[in-house]
């Protein structure tokens, strides 16, 4: 399978222990972007790598949240001090270009207890 | 600040019958506008795009409508089945200074058969 894939699908935690999400996108996709989706909401855009590179930051992404590519192909996302407010679907997509579609990885869901 | 805006949380139509889902923008800086449609613990799949400079693009039994002037764009099924049900999302996109896809809030189609 060549889509965007996210590791792990599900994640229960404690609050105020950290999670760290994996994303691996499409091959020789350089846009790679992070979205958080809460129920009745569409996706909130969180970042934006091309690809090694941070380009952009959401404001919603407090000092909490850090996201890295390395290498220009897989991302991680981290939270660090969950709260309960973190609970959602974190969503990830990448694309080959401006101006076109990004693909969606199945998404985490993640549940601060 | 909701840029793309949904008005129809929900919308239920008989099998065989036309979909209409609707989407409006603020930002004319807004040059590609995309659909998609996301089942329950899944992420969005992508359906179907328009370039500003168009006005209406066809993808089978999927049609997008843009009305720039009214910064309007709607989704057309036809004919609608049962497996459409799901929630749809309108997105827009612009390459003029930001990199992201903004998302409505989405508005579930319920087809009856």
């Known amino acids: 399978d060549t889509g965007v894939s996210q590791d792990p699908r599900h994640k229960i935690t404690k609050r105020g222990q950290n999670v760290t999400f994996r994303c691996d996108p499409i091959s020789e996709h350089n846009r790679l972007y992070w979205y958080r989706q809460t129920l009745g909401q569409g996706p909130e855009f969180l970042t934006y790598f091309q690809n090694e590179a941070q380009l952009e930051k959401s404001r919603l992404l407090s000092d909490r949240f850090s996201a890295e590519r390395p290498k220009g192909s897989f991302s991680t996302l981290e939270i660090q001090r969950t709260e309960q407010g973190d609970s959602a679907m974190y969503l990830c997509a990448s694309s080959p270009g401006a101006r076109t579609e990004a693909f969606f990885g199945q998404g985490t869901r993640l549940t601060v207890v | 600040d909701q840029q793309v805006k949904q008005n129809s949380p929900s919308l239920s139509v008989q099998e065989g019958r036309i979909s209409i889902l609707n989407c409006d923008y603020t930002n004319s800086m807004f040059d590609y506008f995309l659909w998609y449609k996301k089942y329950p613990a899944e992420g969005p799949t992508f359906l179907i795009s328009?370039?500003?400079?168009?006005d209406k693009n066809e993808d089978g039994r999927f049609t997008v409508f843009l009305n720039k002037s009214a910064k309007h764009l709607s989704l057309h099924i036809v004919p609608s089945q049962p497996g459409d049900s799901a929630v749809y999302f309108c997105a827009a996109y612009t390459t003029s200074g930001t990199y992201k896809y903004i998302f409505g809030t989405g508005t579930r189609l319920k087809v009856l058969a």
């Open positions: 328009i370039s500003s400079i168009k």
